[in-house]
Structures are given as C-alpha cells and as structure tokens.
C-alpha cells in the first residue's frame, strides 16, 4: 500500500516528458501556421489534448497512483465532455 | 502498512491531503472549461471576427512563455523527486527555478498586456468599441482568461513559496512531504489550462 503512494519518479523521465512536450508544441505551432483551415482547430485541440494526458500521468503522477485518482479524473472529463456536448446540441438544433 | 501499529502525535493524512487537493483542482478544471465552452460558443457565432482578432496576439511571446510553463512544470515535479531522494539542497534549487520561471512569464505577461493597452485594445477601448461585438467578445475572453490564468500563477507562486520556506526549515522532509507534492500537483494545473490557453487564443486564427 505504502508502495504506490512512494513512488519515486526519476529526473530523467521528468526531462524525457519535458524533451516530449517541447516538440509537441513545436509542432502545434508549425502545424497551425501552415493554413489548413477547418483542420487546424482539430488538429490543435488533439495536441493540446495529447500534451495535457503526457502531463496528467506522468508529472502530476496519475499513471503511478493509486486506482480512485485516475477514475475521479476520467469522471471530471466525461462530464465535462457531457456539458459540450450538451451545449453544441443545443447551439445546433434551435 | 506498518505505520499503522505506531501512532503519531501529529494529525496526518496524506492520501486524504492529496485527494482534498484533487477535489479542489475539479473544481478549477470546470471553471476554466466553462469558459472554454464561453470561447467555443462565441467563435462560432462570431468566425471572421475572432479569425482578425487572434492574428493581433503575437504566436512568439506565447510559445516562450508555454516553454517557460513547462520547463517550471517539470522543475517542480523533479522537486518531488529530490526531496524523496533527501536531497534538501536540490529541492530548494529546483522549487526556487520554479518561482523564477513564474516571476519571468509573469513579465512577459505584463509587457504583452501593456503592448495590447497602449494600441488601444483593453475592454471598453474606444477603439474596441469601433470594432464591432466579435473583436470585443474575443479582448474579453483573452484579458479575462488570461487574467484568471496569471491570478492563479500569482497563488501558485505563494503556494510554492510556503513550501520553499517549510523545506528549507526543515518543516517538509523526505517523509513529510505533502504540501510540497500538492503544491506540484496546483502548478501543472496551471501549465494544463495554458496548454489550452495557447492554441486557442495564439496559434488558432
């Protein structure tokens, strides 16, 4: 039990996850100066997206704790998913 | 679960701690994601306009400063290491970095803020007003987005500064380290919204 909340992250991985999300956002910045129009938004978001999980679990150490951290997560993003969905229907449809 | 045959005069959870923390960061997620939807919701009623206006914001000083957030974000998670590790030294090296990283995005936030006031765009310029319901929809939500982001800079700031001074007084240790790995998990909250932040107001025009 004591093992699992004791988990020793080394500064290497921290520097490889930094090194990670560096060229993630160099990519999202050369990706979103070429004009791909309806496509940069999208492609934006995705790497916006990718870069928050890399953070998630490694720097604020989901991926290592115990099994309740990552559901509470899972459930905020679902229900916030939930609300945009909700919203766009909304926008949508009236 | 040997700790639990020997009791402690002092009062501590850290797992509930951690969980208090996390409860609180859900809390901070929906209020920037009710915003976000705010954006969202806007730029579709108004595409043209938030397409001119996004081009105002300069993509340079918004990338320095996503690196200078993600460099901080991971000095303060290796901070967690080195005090497992019992590397007092190191820790407060790291955490100090930290804050000075905060202090320099914080600058950068100032000189760009102040270039946007001094060409006349802050909300209820008259210049904004000329320019018509989606550009001041957009200066809005960048002033107030972005205010509320270096607002929670500001506290993360304090936050890891009652950490530095509890490290170096030997207050937090090796075995005692919540507030400090807590202090971590609100400062890459604030590199989580940016990271949402950047493309949606610099990178997306």
Redesign the interface.
């Known amino acids: ?2 093992d699992s ?2 988990h ?4 290497r991985t ?2 490889l ?2 090194f990670l ?2 060229i993630l ?1 160099g990519v ?2 050369a990706v ?2 070429i004009e791909l129009t309806r496509w ?2 999208a492609v ?2 995705l ?2 997206s990718a ?2 999980f890399i ?2 679990a ?4 989901l991926k290592f ?2 099994r ?2 990552r559901v ?2 899972g459930f ?1 993003f679902l ?2 998913a939930a ?2 969905i909700v ?2 229907l909304d ?1 949508a449809f009236r | ?3 639990t045959a020997i009791h402690h005069d002092e009062h501590r959870d ?2 509930g701690s ?2 208090g923390m ?1 409860l609180f960061i ?1 809390t901070e ?2 209020l920037f ?1 009710g915003l976000f ?1 705010v954006y ?2 806007y730029r ?1 009623a108004n595409q043209d306009a938030f397409h001119i206006a996004a081009k105002q914001l300069d ?1 340079t000083v918004g ?1 320095i400063n ?2 200078i957030l ?2 901080s ?2 000095t303060i ?2 901070s ?2 080195a005090i ?2 019992k590397n007092k030294k190191l820790t407060l090296i790291l955490i100090g970095i930290t804050l000075i990283l905060a202090l320099v995005f914080l600058v950068n936030k100032y000189f760009e803020w102040s270039g946007k006031i001094s060409h006349g765009l802050y909300p209820g310029s008259p210049i904004l007003e000329d320019l018509g319901q989606g550009d001041i929809l957009f200066f809005g939500l960048y002033f107030f987005m972005t205010g509320l982001h270096a607002v929670h800079i500001i506290v993360g700031m304090v936050f890891l500064g009652v950490g530095y001074m509890r490290v170096r007084n030997g207050k937090l240790s090796f075995d005692n380290y919540q507030l400090l ?1 807590n202090g ?2 609100y400062w ?1 909250l604030v ?2 919204i940016w ?2 932040l ?3 107001f610099y ?3």
Do not use: C
């Open positions: 039990m004591s909340s004791h020793i992250v080394s500064y921290y520097g996850i930094l999300l560096l956002t999202s910045v979103t100066q940069t938004m934006a978001l790497l916006a870069k928050s953070v998630l490694i720097f604020m150490h704790d115990q309740i951290f509470m997560v905020i229900l916030f609300v945009i919203t766009f926008y | 679960m040997s700790e850290d797992l951690k969980l996390w859900f997620l929906l994601g939807i969202a919701v579709n993509v990338t996503t690196v993600l460099i974000s991971m998670a290796m967690t290491t497992q590790r790995e971590g998990l890459h590199d989580l990271i949402f950047f493309p949606l990178l997306i025009t």
